[in-house]
């Protein structure tokens, strides 16, 4: 178990590289306001590589097995998307493009029904 500063909060993220996905923890200064924190945590100067804890990481390309690490350093340079995992709303597959399509004619019929 990694033991966490107590000026850093920790936030779940997911992170988009070229060639992969990355879910897992990263710490932020509690003294940031919390609309920047991983701004801030990607524009210093200072860092080239960001720490990220309980990590999983899976290839874009292919269906691979998830890789887990306990800690992970990841170069700056190379994440092209990171944001909140709080934020992700859900990773739609082909059964919830399915839903959305009966949903969407049911509404139709409906709308097309004359109120009583």
Known sequence: MTKQPSDT?????SIITKD??????VYVSKFTKSNREL???????????????NAEIVALSGNAT????????????SIMIMHPASQTLFKESSKASEDIMKFRELRNRLSQTKPF
């Not at 909060?9 to 993220?13: A, D, F, G």
């Not at 992969?20 to 923890?25: L, N, S």
């Not at 701004?39 to 804890?53: I, M, P």
């Open 9 to 13: 909060t920790p936030i779940e993220v």
């Open 39 to 53: 701004t801030e945590l990607l524009n210093d100067k200072d860092r080239r590589f960001l720490a990220v804890t």
């Open 20 to 25: 992969h996905e990355i879910k897992g923890t």
């Open 66 to 77: 998830p890789r887990r690490y306990d800690f992970l350093e990841i170069h700056v340079d």
